[in-house]
């Protein structure tokens, strides 16, 4: 294996700006076809809001689970032979063993003074593989290492959120800062047959980019494009020799830019009543998995932002939430464009997007035109609990309340494959499964 080496660390977090809307964020030029932005988060320790060493199950590879076997009864020994058991269900090397939560649902290693008592006692090197890489998430790309972030860390969120072009920080990911053992593939196949040639992926991630960048559209119908491309990439027949794809390519990016198609989804219709019942109705699977009190708080805030006035109408619940996005999170957006750009762009290069990825036991082999669909309703829910949360503050609506909204969602949303099944489920029974319902959810 290959592993791509960058002798510098030039990164741009924690420099946050605000973007000319009139001008895309990131030059194309410079743009990095294999992200390494990753490797410049650093952990905010202590300070952290919302510690990552509770909630989750800790897996341990076989050969650190047998180091933490060595620890010194005084020295850790003693919660190891309290905490650290053998998985019984799955003997595989990399799931040998795992670290059980404590009574209070935290990490019997994470300190009061929330630091990691084995980082702290043993150093970097005997962290788990999830511990050592959170919240980065490593992959593997035409033989090169490359890495994203998980937006269920604040910092992380922070990061990529409110740092104009920061996938130009680029770094050297095989520091030896942090471990590279566990990382995701390009998934390729659907039953028996390759559908998505690995051949043409990345001309396909920079096309879908360029898209999400283009200043011309409104986000919601830069994301229905990539819909429509999504469609047609889904039939292309992946049998072709390498010169075809890339000719089919190319025409699916000149479709892009036909005023036909472009009329063709400025057709499609907008729904404010069933837009927000859907956010209602999904936000209610999150609510039945007993998600974090951060996640209950914004849904609080979203609940707040869009409630009209005791003894009002139904409908005037879907007007306030109507004013709410017109007046507060609109303004807002509109000032800083890049952000929901930068949410776009990290869950891209993180997802795999749009041939997903392979390696863990939560994938779940999806076509393409459904990658886009779980991308663009996380979006769609996520953006509406954003609206909400603009209208309960109005204009002190900031940075922060949007770090906190997309943080919070991807915590109690990214890493359950059990509320993506029932997420899938819900726009299935409720006929959103097409590019009509996306425009339902996104269209304003």
């Known amino acids: 294996m290959e592993i791509s080496e960058q002798s510098t660390c030039a990164s741009n977090f924690g420099s946050s700006a605000h973007a ?14 294999h992200p390494t932005y990753a490797a410049a988060f650093r952990c905010a320790g202590p300070s952290c809001e919302d510690p990552c060493c509770g909630d989750w199950d800790i897996p341990l590879d ?18 190891v032979s309290q905490f650290v058991i053998v998985n019984q269900t799955d003997q595989r090397e990399q799931l040998y063993g795992q670290i059980l939560r404590t009574s209070s649902g935290s990490c019997p290693f994470f300190g009061a003074d929330h630091l990691c008592g084995i980082q702290k006692e043993y150093g970097n090197q005997l962290l788990s593989a999830s511990c ?7 992959s593997i790309v035409e033989e090169r290492l490359e890495g994203a972030l998980s937006l269920s860390c604040p910092e992380a969120a922070r990061n990529v959120l409110l740092t104009m072009d920061f996938m130009h920080s680029v770094c050297n990911i095989n ?15 659907q039953g028996n047959s390759t559908v998505k040639p690995h051949s043409i992926f990345l001309p396909i991630r920079k096309m ?7 200043r011309s559209r409104k986000l919601p119908d830069r994301l229905l494009m990539i819909g ?31 005023p036909l198609v472009q009329a063709e989804i400025n057709r499609l219709p ?17 609510m039945r998995h007993e998600p974090s009190s951060r996640f209950q708080e914004i849904f609080s805030s979203f609940v707040a932002g869009i409630v009209a006035p005791a003894g009002s109408s139904r409908r005037s619940d879907i007007e306030t939430f109507l004013t709410a996005e017109r007046d507060y999170y609109s303004p807002f957006f509109e000032a800083s464009p890049f952000i929901l750009e930068n949410y776009l762009i990290n869950y891209i290069f993180k997802y795999l997007f749009p041939y997903g990825r392979s390696g863990s036991d939560s994938f779940i082999p999806q076509g393409i035109f459904t990658e886009y669909l779980q991308m663009t309703t996380q979006f769609a829910w996520m953006n509406g609990l954003l609206i909400g949360t603009a209208g309960h503050h109005k204009d002190a609506f900031n940075n922060e309340h949007v770090v906190k909204v997309i943080q919070s969602f991807s915590r109690a949303v990214e890493h359950d494959p059990n509320v993506h099944r029932s997420m899938h489920r819900y726009i299935s029974s409720h006929n959103l499964h097409s590019l009509l319902g996306m425009a339902i959810m996104l269209k304003h």
């Open 208 to 214: 879908l980019i360029d898209l999400v960048m283009d």
């Open 228 to 258: 429509h491309l999504c469609k047609r990439l889904s039939a292309m027949d992946a049998g072709q020799s390498q010169t075809t794809l890339l000719s089919n390519l190319c025409d699916l990016g000149d479709a892009s830019k036909n």
């Open 20 to 33: 000319d809307s009139a001008n895309s964020s990131v030059d194309k030029a410079s743009r990095p076809s």
């Open 132 to 138: 050592s890489i959170y919240p980065r998430s490593l």
């Open 270 to 286: 907008n729904d404010p009543r069933l837009r927000v019942e859907t956010i209602f109705g999904l936000t209610d699977i999150v």
């Open 62 to 79: 076989k050969n650190t689970y047998e180091k933490y076997q060595q620890f010194p009864s005084k020295k850790l020994g003693d919660t």
């Open 175 to 189: 520091s030896g800062d942090f471990r590279t053992d566990n990382f995701y593939r390009l998934a390729g196949t």
